[in-house]
Structure formats: structure tokens, C-alpha cells
């Protein structure tokens, strides 16, 4: 009884850490929409007054705008690519039964144990290689690296999460590999498939580190931005600027980690 | 059901050579094209002489010899490892006690304070860190709010441009890395251990330190492992609130194929970072074997 008691107590001290912990991982964050919509140059208090000033300059600004279109652009094709992969590979790690498919899913998860700074030099050095050099398709190639791990990991767990009969129940009536992967495999793991895609759409959008080293002439987004940090006049546009970024996020994010769990749910709830 | 299936033919030996081709394809292509051979281009580089040409002149040790010799870089591979280590620390220090909470009392609100843990991990990192900058800028959110609350009435230079502000922003950039394999740990352990511990007349700190914490080494080390490694490169977090006294080898990596324009002594640093990186992976493993790992 005083055993349970303790351990309720240790619940509620740990609760209160849990919201601190929160606290601290979201107030930074959420400091860059307050500041965004105060009437001042600098980001400091007291605040001065609400504008939508910095907003307003966010329109009309070509080099933003094409920033945008090429992020867009990217993460998009960078995403099909990585979510074509982590289909692919996890599919094969867990049915193809043979070394090269599992030695394929095993390297596709190592770029976790190697730097951005590395995987963005050793891509520079094959873009230059092969000729493509600096340029968006070196860009949707590298997101394509950063992603990898991430729509691995999402399709494999979902993968796993159907029961083996039923793709065994699907071969025996004479369904063709093909057909078992397409028609039934596929639109049952379609939740993961989609969340997979939002989040290396996300990453692609998000990433700075590799795309530093990858980018010609055409910036994406983040390069924007980081282009406009020297100047401590554009910090409340770029203020302004994270914000919708952020939003964005979250919204996608929070999308493709409900539609993953929902279709981890409904797997379990019906097997068959 | 397994023993029917065992008895059958297996429907995996029945996959066409035309679908297993089609189906290795993309992953093999992305896997051995862009991670082993430019891997591999980055350890041929490394020992190569830099003439200006891409791929360097004659085969030599030199880039090796200079980064052994150079007290510059045995300091800044120090400091970029003892920020890591800091960072990874602090991380999975505070990251432990959010994750057992997760496990073992969350209950209903489990799911959301998951998903609430998670969604940062998902936002831009550049946004993040630029958070930090604002924050510790000399006119910037924390000094104007001291001084606002009438702590101090200057503000003070003493946050931005040092390797503590690099400490504290990398470990806040990376904390939601830390959370989800220690939890996963955790949640995997089976609750008749504890069942077994607390009927055996274990109080629950020893129960803790004898049951839970053994059995959640392998999370732990994984987390370490996933903070530590993209701290360690890292360049954007040094550059944007770390000056010069907290210059990085990722920022050395940086500028060898930026301004310094030496690829080849670029490529040298990146393999020695790689061999560091291999040895921690290694120590972990041999720590999670230790423990006695589950998996």
C-alpha cells in the first residue's frame, strides 16, 4: 500500500518534470511567432507593439518566392524518391529472404552514424564526379540520403504490424509477388506510406546541413534564410518567415504521426 | 501457424527473379551509389595530394601526417568532442526521466505527450538554433528580460559567442532525438520484472537501479548514439551563437571545402572524425553487451 502510494507521489513529481521539460523543449521555439508580430527591429522586451509589418514583407519578394518554388519542387521529388526506397527496401528486408536485401536495409540506415557535414562533402565530391555538380537534382539526391533512414524505419515498423498470414493467404491463391506487394501489401500499409512521404517532404524542406554544400545558384529555403541572417534588418521578416515555415510544419507533422498511428491501430483491431 | 507454414513449401522461395530485381533496385542503387561509393570517394580523397583538380594528385599520407602534427586540430577535435559529450549527456540525463514517465505513468495521456515530445524533432534546425540566437543576443530576449525584471541593469555579453551556448543549444536542438529510444526501452521491459522485484520485497529505488536502469541500457546507449553523432560534425550551431572560441572540426570540414578550398585535407579530417565516430559506436557495443542487452 505505502509501496503504491510512493509510486503515485513519484508519478506526480515526474509529471511536474515532464511539463518543465516541455516548457523548455517549446518556449525558444515559440519565441520566434511572438517576436514576429512585435513592432520592433529587435527581438527584445518589453515588446514594442503588434504589427503585421514583417508579414506584409514576406509578398513580393522574387528571391523568397523562387526560394520557396525550389523547396517545393525538392521536397516533393526528394520524398517520392526516399518513400519509393523505404518501401522497397523494408519490403525486401522482411520477404526477400536473402543477404543483398538485408545488407541493402542495413547500409540504408547508416547515414544515422554519419555527420551532415560528412554525407554533405562526400556527395560534393560524387556531384562534381559525375558532372551533375552543385544543382537542384544534387540537392533532391542528397535529401533522398538524409530521408532514407526515416522512410525505413516508418515502412519496416508498418510492414511488421501485418500479420505474415495474411500475405501468405494472398501468394497461396496464386496472387503473383507482384500482385501480393501492389494489392494487398501496399493499400494496407497506405497510412505509413503517405506519413512516410510527409515526413521526408518535411526533412527535404527543413534541411540545411547537407543542401549548404549541394546547392548551385538556386537556393532553397533554409539557404534563404540563412542568406538573410547576416542582416540584422531582415530578422523580423525572417521571423515572420519561420513562423509560417513552422506552422507548416506542425501541421504536416502532426498529420503524418496521426495517420502512422492510426494505421498501426486499425492493423491490430482487424487482422484479417 | 508457423508450423503449417514450415511444413509447406515456403512462399518466399517462390519470389520471381524479375520482382526481386525490380524491387532491390532503387534501394541499391541510393544505398551503394550514394553512401558506399561516395564514402568511399571521401576515404580515396582523404589520400590524395591537393593540386586544385577534383580528385587530387599522387597518393600520399600527408593530409594525415598534417592533421597528427597540428596542435589546432588535436584542440578542436578535443573541444568538438568534449561539446558532443556534454550535449549527449545533458540530453540523455534529462531525456531519462521524461521517457520513464512515458512508460510507466502517462496512461491515458501517453499518446499525446509522445506526439508533443516528438513535433520538434520535425521542425526546421535551423529555426531552432536561430531561436537560441535571439535569445542570448546581447540585445536580445534574455538580457532585455532581466533587465526588464530589474536583475541586472547591463545587459551582458557573457551568453552568445560561447561554447557554453553551444552546449545548451545543441542539447536543446537534439533533445527529442533522446526521448523515443529510451522509452521504447523501457516500454519493452516486461512488467512482471517489476512484479517479481516489488513482491521480493524490493523498494522501488532498488528496484530502479537493479531492474529498470540495467534493462534500459541498450536505449540509453542508442540515444547517446543518436545525439552524439550529428553533434559532433556539427557547424551551423558553432557558427551562429558559438564565435570563435568555439570553432568545431565540423566547422574545419566546412571551410577546407569553402574558403581553405583543400578538399583532400577536408576529406583526411572527415575519415578521422568517421575512425572517432567508429570508436564510440564500438565502446556503446561493448557497453550494451555489458549490460546485458535484451536485443
Given at each position: 500500500m505505502s509501496a503504491r502510494a510512493d509510486i503515485?507521489?513519484?508519478?506526480?513529481?515526474?509529471?511536474?518534470?515532464?511539463?518543465?521539460?516541455?516548457?523548455?523543449?517549446?518556449?525558444p521555439v515559440l519565441l520566434i511567432p511572438l517576436f514576429s508580430f512585435n513592432n520592433s527591429i529587435q527581438a527584445a522586451f518589453p515588446l514594442q507593439g503588434f504589427t503585421l509589418e514583417w508579414y506584409r514583407t514576406l509578398y513580393g519578394n522574387p528571391a523568397l518566392s523562387g526560394a520557396l518554388?525550389?523547396?517545393?519542387?525538392?521536397?516533393?521529388?526528394?520524398?517520392?524518391?526516399?518513400?519509393?526506397?523505404?518501401?522497397?527496401?523494408?519490403?525486401?528486408?522482411?520477404?526477400?529472404?536473402?543477404?543483398?536485401?538485408?545488407?541493402?536495409s542495413a547500409i540504408a540506415r547508416l547515414p544515422i552514424l554519419i555527420p551532415g557535414v560528412i554525407a554533405g562533402i562526400s556527395l560534393l565530391i560524387l556531384v562534381n564526379l559525375i558532372g551533375l555538380g552543385p544543382s537542384r537534382v544534387s540537392i533532391v539526391l542528397g535529401h533522398i540520403l538524409v530521408a532514407l533512414p526515416t522512410t525505413v524505419v516508418v515502412m519496416r515498423s508498418r510492414f511488421v504490424a501485418i500479420p505474415k498470414t495474411i500475405r501468405e493467404?494472398?501468394?497461396?491463391?496464386?496472387?503473383?509477388?507482384?500482385?501480393?506487394?501492389?494489392?494487398?501489401?501496399?493499400?494496407?500499409?497506405?497510412?505509413a506510406?503517405?506519413?512516410?512521404?510527409?515526413?521526408?517532404?518535411?526533412?527535404?524542406?527543413?534541411?540545411?546541413?547537407?543542401?549548404?554544400?549541394?546547392?548551385g545558384t538556386e537556393p532553397t529555403l533554409p539557404l534563404y534564410i540563412w542568406s538573410q541572417l547576416r542582416f540584422p534588418r531582415s530578422l523580423p521578416t525572417v521571423m515572420a518567415l519561420g513562423t509560417v515555415?513552422?506552422?507548416?510544419?506542425?501541421?504536416?507533422?502532426?498529420?503524418?504521426?496521426?495517420?502512422?498511428?492510426?494505421?498501426?491501430?486499425?492493423?491490430?483491431r482487424n487482422p484479417a | 501457424m508457423s508450423t503449417i507454414a514450415a511444413t509447406r513449401p515456403l512462399p518466399e522461395n517462390r519470389i520471381s527473379p524479375v520482382f526481386r530485381f525490380a524491387?532491390?533496385?532503387?534501394?541499391?542503387?541510393?544505398?551503394?551509389?550514394?553512401?558506399?561509393?561516395?564514402?568511399?570517394?571521401?576515404?580515396?580523397?582523404?589520400?590524395?595530394?591537393?593540386?586544385?583538380?577534383?580528385?587530387?594528385?599522387?597518393?600520399?599520407?600527408?593530409?594525415?601526417?598534417?592533421?597528427?602534427?597540428?596542435?589546432?586540430?588535436?584542440?578542436?577535435?578535443?573541444?568538438?568532442?568534449?561539446?558532443?559529450?556534454?550535449?549527449?549527456?545533458?540530453?540523455?540525463v534529462t531525456a531519462y526521466p521524461v521517457a520513464y514517465y512515458l512508460a510507466f505513468h502517462a496512461g491515458r495521456r501517453r499518446n499525446l505527450l509522445l506526439f508533443l515530445v516528438t513535433l520538434p524533432f520535425w521542425t526546421s534546425y535551423l529555426l531552432r538554433v536561430f531561436a537560441w540566437k535571439i535569445v542570448l543576443a546581447y540585445n536580445g530576449v534574455l538580457n532585455s528580460a532581466f533587465i526588464e525584471t530589474g536583475?541586472?541593469?547591463?545587459?551582458?555579453?557573457?551568453?552568445?559567442?560561447?561554447?557554453?551556448?553551444?552546449?545548451?543549444?545543441?542539447?536543446?536542438?537534439?533533445?527529442?532525438?533522446?526521448?523515443?529510444?529510451?522509452?521504447?526501452?523501457?516500454?519493452?521491459?516486461?512488467?512482471?520484472?517489476?512484479?517479481?522485484?516489488?513482491?521480493?520485497?524490493?523498494?522501488?529505488?532498488?528496484?530502479?537501479?537493479?531492474?529498470?536502469?540495467?534493462?534500459?541500457m541498450p536505449g540509453v546507449l542508442a540515444a547517446a548514439l543518436v545525439v552524439f553523432v550529428p553533434t559532433v560534425g556539427d557547424y551551423v550551431t558553432p557558427a551562429m551563437v558559438g564565435g570563435p572560441a568555439s570553432t568545431m572540426i565540423g566547422t574545419l570540414i566546412q571551410s577546407q571545402f569553402g574558403k581553405a578550398n583543400d578538399w583532400p585535407f577536408g576529406a583526411a579530417l572527415s575519415v578521422c572524425v568517421m575512425l572517432v565516430i567508429l570508436c564510440v559506436v564500438l565502446v556503446a557495443r561493448g557497453a550494451d553487451r555489458r549490460f546485458g542487452s535484451r536485443t
Open positions: 503515485n507521489a513519484g508519478g506526480r513529481w515526474l509529471g511536474l518534470y515532464v511539463l518543465g521539460y516541455l516548457v523548455f523543449l517549446y518556449l518554388a525550389n523547396s517545393l519542387v525538392i521536397g516533393v521529388i526528394a520524398a517520392f524518391g526516399a518513400t519509393l526506397c523505404g518501401i522497397t527496401v523494408s519490403y525486401m528486408d522482411l520477404y526477400g529472404r536473402s543477404p543483398v536485401a538485408a545488407t541493402i493467404a494472398a501468394l497461396d491463391l496464386g496472387a503473383s509477388d507482384w500482385t501480393t506487394f501492389r494489392r494487398v501489401m501496399l493499400p494496407l500499409s497506405l497510412p506510406v503517405l506519413s512516410a512521404f510527409m515526413l521526408s517532404f518535411l526533412i527535404s524542406f527543413d534541411e540545411f546541413i547537407v543542401v549548404f554544400f549541394l546547392a515555415i513552422l506552422t507548416v510544419s506542425f501541421i504536416i507533422a502532426g498529420t503524418a504521426e496521426i495517420l502512422r498511428h492510426r494505421g498501426l491501430g486499425a492493423a491490430r | 524491387m532491390l533496385l532503387p534501394g541499391g542503387l541510393v544505398t551503394f551509389f550514394l553512401i558506399l561509393f561516395a564514402l568511399g570517394l571521401v576515404l580515396f580523397l582523404a589520400f590524395r595530394g591537393n593540386d586544385g583538380s577534383l580528385l587530387g594528385v599522387s597518393l600520399t599520407v600527408e593530409n594525415f601526417v598534417t592533421v597528427a602534427t597540428g596542435p589546432l586540430y588535436w584542440t578542436v577535435m578535443l573541444r568538438s568532442l568534449v561539446i558532443a559529450g556534454l550535449v549527449t549527456l545533458a540530453t540523455v536583475l541586472w541593469s547591463q545587459p551582458t555579453l557573457a551568453f552568445l559567442n560561447t561554447p557554453a551556448a553551444v552546449v545548451v543549444t545543441l542539447a536543446h536542438a537534439y533533445a527529442p532525438f533522446a526521448i523515443l529510444p529510451i522509452y521504447v526501452a523501457l516500454d519493452t521491459i516486461p512488467k512482471s520484472l517489476l512484479e517479481a522485484a516489488s513482491d521480493l520485497g524490493a523498494r522501488p529505488f532498488t528496484s530502479f537501479r537493479r531492474v529498470v536502469l540495467p534493462n534500459s
